[in-house]
């Protein structure tokens, strides 16, 4: 019976320590470059400040629109402006009225 005798190599020593350098090269690589890394931060930034504008002009909207919306309720419906909405929408006149035409106003002004 004989023992074997191995050389030991001294790639083995290096394994450990460039293994956990590229463990730490790929954790830093995507602190800066990954989707939350510190240079994506700038454009998150920049579309929250989108977002933002985006927001408060939908809620100006909504207002407006909850506006209008109020008026359509019965007891704050006025007789002469559903008369004057229905006359614009279904284009109608009595015989004694004077009808404008604002955009023939407009195109008359403009030559």
């Keep these: 019976m004989t023992t074997r005798q191995?050389?030991?190599?001294k790639l083995r020593w290096l394994i450990l320590p460039l293994g956990s350098l590229a463990v730490m090269g790929?954790?830093?690589y995507h602190?800066?470059?990954g989707d939350y890394g510190i240079w994506s931060?700038?454009?998150?930034?920049r579309e929250a400040i989108t977002l933002e504008k985006e927001l408060a002009r939908l809620k100006g909207e909504?207002?407006?629109l909850a506006a209008r919306a109020q008026l359509l309720?019965?007891?704050?419906?006025d007789p002469d402006?559903?008369?004057e909405r229905a006359r614009d929408k279904l284009n109608l006149a009595l015989s004694d009225?004077?009808?404008?035409?604002v955009a023939a106003v407009q195109q008359t002004l403009q030559h």
Excluded: C, G, T, W
């Design 81 to 83: 402006m559903i008369d």
């Design 26 to 28: 790929y954790f830093a």
């Design 41 to 45: 931060r700038e454009r998150m930034e």
């Design 31 to 33: 602190s800066f470059n």
């Design 97 to 101: 009225e004077l009808v404008i035409s």
């Design 6 to 9: 191995r050389k030991h190599s």
């Design 62 to 64: 909504r207002q407006a």
């Design 73 to 77: 309720r019965p007891e704050s419906l």
